[in-house]
């Protein structure tokens, strides 16, 4: 099959032949006909990740079909059309037990903890505990686009941060992960500000249901700009970026007992961030973290993308091929993509 390799952290990824997956007892293999580009795939190939062991394929926000199922598979066959989180459960840990498997204590991540999906197929782990089915009218590219940020989004937004009609919530930073929380906090009848350093980022979350944008190179105070829009502070407030000044800025933004969702990823020097400590104390804050998504919790993605009260679609930017995608990959962390970049193996 073809895929992208690295060989060594920060070293230029090459396209090459490598044998095909074949499924173990647990796993099928999936032919991979779209994969999401993602600045967590950017992280792992400069080393952030220390699941991550040499030589690697990255990838892990997948649509494809079955073509070859594990002696030990009973939900699926050859042939079904499936994603997966980017975290799989083992379903034998208390944290899978209890329903959580996107904090498995054994757990599978395409393009991290095993070969992802730059690559023509994938093999899947924990298959039947951790595969969703496609609803047929729901594209690959779409499906892809999910990957990590849309579901992850979904999480804090819905799960974690229990988001209800008219509150605040403030959104720090509006790339893929970003934008998604704004399109399903506005689905919830929030009311949505929106926080980015871009303009042009600015215009994309108003189109995905932010009623006030913030830019907050050009305002004096960022804080003090979210307090004054929502009169008393965010209900809910969402890290969409992960850097220590849009952390800090999500939690000191919050009215008294609200709620911090960091769902941006905090590594390197960024991991251990300042943040307003007394402010948390006497204001009886909440801080919550959002990592992935459960399988079983999908269905109520799909109900929300059937009734058309979220549009994923528009979170799409533009489609490449593998080789394409290993330029993209290193350059990722100059956030100069609009929308959610595709790679389609299928294309030369």
Request: charged content about 20%.
């Amino acid at each position: 099959m073809k895929a992208i390799k690295y060989e060594e952290f920060r070293g230029t990824p090459e396209l090459v032949r490598l044998p095909d997956p074949e499924p173990g007892g647990d796993s099928v293999v999936v032919k991979v006909r779209a994969t999401g580009l993602c600045l967590s795939d950017w992280h792992g190939w400069m080393g952030h990740d220390p699941d991550i062991q040499l030589p690697h394929v990255p990838g892990h926000e997948l649509a494809g079909d079955i073509v070859a199922t594990g002696k030990n598979i009973s939900k699926w066959k050859v042939g079904d059309r499936v994603t997966v989180p980017f975290v799989g459960g083992c379903g034998g840990c208390p944290e899978c037990h209890c329903g959580n498997h996107q904090v498995c204590d054994h757990q599978f991540q395409p393009g991290f903890t095993h070969w992802g999906s730059f690559a023509e197929y994938v093999e899947i782990h924990y298959a039947d505990i951790n595969l969703v089915r496609l609803p047929e009218e729901l594209g690959y590219d779409v499906t892809a686009s999910l990957g990590c940020r849309f579901v992850t989004s979904f999480r804090g937004v819905v799960d974690q941060g229990r988001v209800s009609p008219g509150q605040w919530v403030a959104v720090h930073g509006c790339g893929g992960i970003g934008l998604s929380a704004i399109m399903i906090a506005t689905a919830l009848g929030a009311n949505v500000i929106a926080v980015d350093i871009a303009d042009d980022k600015l215009e994309l979350a108003k189109k995905m249901g932010a009623i006030h944008t913030i830019n907050s190179r050009t305002v004096s105070d960022t804080v003090q700009a979210v307090r004054d829009l929502s009169s008393r502070g965010a209900h809910v407030s969402i890290d969409a970026l992960g850097h220590p000044e849009t952390c800090y800025n999500s939690v000191a933004n919050l009215r008294k007992r609200g709620k911090h969702i960091q769902i941006g990823l905090m590594t390197g020097d960024s991991s251990s961030p300042k943040v307003p400590m007394s402010q948390i104390v006497a204001n009886e804050l909440e801080i919550y973290g959002s990592h992935g998504i459960q399988a079983h919790r999908y269905d109520a993605i799909w109900e929300m993308i059937k009734t058309q009260k979220v549009k994923p679609e528009m979170l799409l930017g533009k489609t490449i091929s593998l080789k394409e995608a290993i330029p993209a990959l290193m350059t990722m962390d100059r956030y100069e993509n609009h929308g959610i970049t595709i790679i389609d193996p299928a294309l030369n």
